[in-house]
């Protein structure tokens, strides 16, 4: 892939079809200087241009090879706008090796625009098809700064939202430098776009537990646009970053807000659950009283899948409130949804507490329960299996177990998957 001059594409027409250059420029010029056209030492006029394509045509055998004045005088601008628009058509096709050639082509043009379309494309494509990050970050930051520079901001917008994947839990200096740029250029931007830009920085804080700029930032992306797809997931986040922050009252309110326009069971579930949470915090037994009742309505609307988590803070109210037998049923129907394997980083300390609540539930009641727990217990994949808690499971079994019970259980634990 090349950028061909005038004189270099009369050169590849005049060898392919073996025309001498005494053949082409007999009556026209002379060969000396259709070879200094040919090597670039002189430009080629449109008077010159004319003769020589009726000359080439005369000379070329077959009618339908014949060639046109544009398929020679086309400017360097114009190829790279036809390459450009190629790239782009057959993106799917691109070969991977041919990335830096590609980047060496359109480097060089003062055509910005062109350059960014090419980049933008190679770089998504690259990113979201072939998951080659290495290429589509040296693009994008590239990009990035072009079109701040040259004020292409719906194409800044695109790279920073790409940019902010690619960053997405790697080094902190990375999104401190993106963010930086980002405040400089997004009075630019529609509210939409403000609003998500700043809504995944605040996601990208509250990973690295910078929690107060989080919320800060959570608050701001919320006041941009009230209708945008991640309006109901902008005020949960932060909601949970309260949480985070040890601030019940206010997560108290934000889940209480979500309620009042929220048309979804599902996130209706996870307001609930976390107002149970937040009103144990709190002491507001009133709260919890009047919300469990609306929580449990919800969960059981609910698909079997998503109701993780609903149950474990229905149980939590309950024994808060001194129910445990209510408590001891919702902590049954949690672990009885089985190990939750979308997500268990998340959800293994809940499942484990559920047991060990159990295990003093249980100790009131009937001691043949444990079987129950055993299952659990074993439910739990070894990879995810916290040692402290199995040593402190085992010590509570060897207390309720015979010996030859302790054993198999033992047996079963060690066995291999």
């Known amino acids: ?50 003769l020589l394509v009726d000359r080439l045509n005369n000379l070329i055998p077959n009618e339908s090879e014949k060639i046109k004045y544009s398929d020679i005088y086309i400017s360097k601008d114009e190829q790279l706008k036809n390459f450009a628009n190629d790239i782009i058509k057959n993106i799917k096709n691109i070969d991977i090796n041919k990335i830096d050639e590609i980047h060496n082509l359109f480097s060089d043009t003062n055509n910005v625009y062109q350059k960014v379309r090419v980049y933008t494309t190679i ?24 079109t701040i520079i040259h004020k292409f901001y719906s194409f800044s917008f695109l790279a920073i939202l ?12 990375l999104i401190n430098n993106l963010y930086y740029k980002t405040e400089h250029i997004i009075k630019n ?16 804080w509250e990973e690295f537990n910078d929690i107060n700029l989080a919320i800060k930032l959570h608050k701001k992306a919320l006041e941009y646009n009230k209708k945008w797809y991640l309006f109901e997931w ?17 997560a108290l309110t934000v889940f209480t807000e979500i309620l ?25 037994k009133t709260i919890l009283k009047i919300n469990i009742p609306k929580a449990e309505k919800i969960i059981e609307k609910l698909n079997i899948e998503d109701r993780h988590q609903g149950y474990y803070c229905l149980a939590k109210a309950y024994l808060y409130l001194e129910d445990r037998c209510s408590a001891m049923i919702n902590f049954e129907k949690e672990l009885n949804l089985g190990f939750n394997l979308r997500n268990p980083h998340f959800f293994v300390d809940k499942y484990t507490e559920c047991i060990l609540q159990l295990t003093k539930i249980y100790c009131l009641s009937e001691l043949k329960k444990f079987k129950k727990l055993e299952k659990y217990f074993l439910d739990i994949p070894f990879e995810y299996l916290d040692k402290k808690f199995a040593f402190k499971m085992l010590e509570i079994f060897s207390k309720v177990y015979s010996k030859t019970e302790l054993e198999s259980l033992l047996y079963k634990l060690n066995k291999p998957s």
């Not at 001059?5 to 200087?33: A, C, D, F, N, V």
């Not at 009042?260 to 507001?284: D, R």
């Open 189 to 204: 931007f529609n509210n939409r776009m403000k609003g998500l830009l700043i809504y995944n920085f605040a996601v990208f």
């Open 162 to 173: 790409s940019l902010q994947r690619i960053y997405y839990k790697t080094d902190i200096s």
């Open 260 to 284: 009042s326009f929220t048309q979804s069971n599902v996130i209706k579930k996870q307001c609930y659950s976390n107002i149970l949470v937040n009103a144990i915090a709190l002491n507001e």
């Open 1 to 50: 892939m090349e950028i061909l001059t005038p004189g270099e594409k009369i050169k590849l027409i005049r060898k392919k079809y073996k025309i001498t250059q005494e053949q082409l420029t007999h009556g026209i010029m002379s060969r000396s200087m259709l070879s200094h056209i040919e090597n670039n030492v002189y430009s080629l006029n449109k008077d010159f241009l004319i």
């Open 123 to 146: 770089s998504t494509y690259l990113y979201n098809k072939r998951f080659d990050r290495t290429i589509s970050r040296k693009l994008l930051e590239e990009i990035l700064d072009l």
């Open 234 to 250: 902008g005020y949960i986040n932060l909601g949970t970053c309260y949480n985070k922050n040890k601030q019940p009252k206010e």
